[in-house]
């Protein structure tokens, strides 16, 4: 079980990571409010994911996972950092680490399972893909 306490801590940090970035990108392009808006709702179901995995962990191993503003700092110079790149860039790059997580989630989920965290992780798979599928909306193809 050390892998799944080890997997809830990651998860919970990248979602912090993805709160911090999309809320970052909400503010880059405050100017262009139909994506600014997407980019907010994004943060904000990142950060309901990672209230999920914090609460998960909470109930399975007592304590709190550290490291929460670390991550969010984290994800805002990830934004800061690509804020000369184009937008399609950005997105294109975003994208394929969202659609990664959307393979990772699919394949823990191919062995069936049913305790806490799959179904933690079968919630919030609808949302990433969403995420995943931004470029392809604004771009007309995949990531
Ligand atoms: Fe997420
Ligand atoms: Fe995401």
Excluded: C
Excluded at 42 to 66: T, V
Excluded at 101 to 122: T, Y
């Amino acid at each position: 079980m050390e892998n799944v306490k080890k997997e809830i801590t990651r998860s919970f940090r990248m979602e912090m990571l993805g709160t911090g970035m999309y809320r970052a990108l909400a503010a880059q392009y405050r100017k262009r409010s139909d994506l600014s808006l997407r980019f907010l709702e994004f943060a904000e179901q990142e950060a309901m994911h990672g209230r999920l995995f914090r609460e998960l962990y909470r109930k399975n191993y007592g304590g709190a996972i550290g490291g929460g503003k670390f991550w969010l700092a984290v994800g805002r110079i990830a934004a800061l950092s690509m804020r000369l790149l184009p937008l399609r860039a950005k997105l294109k790059r975003i994208g394929a680490v969202e659609a990664m997580a959307v393979r990772q989630i699919e394949d823990a989920l191919a062995d069936g399972g049913d305790s806490a965290f799959h179904r933690v992780i079968r919630k919030i798979l609808p949302d990433e893909k969403a995420h995943a599928a931004l470029y392809g909306e604004l771009f007309g193809t995949s990531a």
